[in-house]
Nanobody
Framework: QVQLVESGGGLVQAGGSLRLSCAASGRTFNRYSMGWFRQGPGKEREFVAAISWSGIMKDYADSVKGRFTISRDNSKKTVYLQMNSLKPEDTAVYYC???????????????WGQGTQVTVSS
């Protein structure tokens, strides 16, 4: 069982930055691929970024590529999402997720956090 708790969301102006964190419980964090998804107002949940258990493999949605960076620290059981050059369309609830398999853009993750709100003002 893995429990995930996101933090770091907030209100920021367009062009600003935020760093989201996702802290995991459990002893096997380093066996899980991790992903970030988001759901904007009136929209479906969408893939943002994913990272393999080793941190070597990463994948990004085209909409965030070059602006967002996913990373992880297995010693701290934490995955991060550094978000730069934020745009109003990045406004959403951001969720982290874990799966005991290779990374994927599909929402077929085993565990989900409760989400953290990111609001980007224009």
């Amino acid at each position: 069982q893995v429990q995930l708790v996101e933090s770091g969301g907030g209100l920021v102006q367009a062009g600003g930055s935020l760093r989201l964190s996702c802290a995991a419980s459990g002893r096997t964090f380093n066996r899980y691929s991790m992903g970030w998804f988001r759901q904007g107002p009136g929209k479906e949940r969408e893939f943002v970024a994913a990272i393999s258990w080793s941190g070597i493999m990463k994948d990004y949605a085209d909409s965030v590529k070059g602006r967002f960076t996913i990373s992880r620290d297995n010693s701290k059981k934490t995955v991060y999402l550094q978000m730069n050059s934020l745009k109003p369309e990045d406004t959403a609830v951001y969720y982290c997720a874990a799966r005991s398999a290779e990374i994927t853009r599909f929402a077929s993750y085993d565990y989900w956090g409760q989400g953290t709100q990111v609001t980007v003002s224009s």
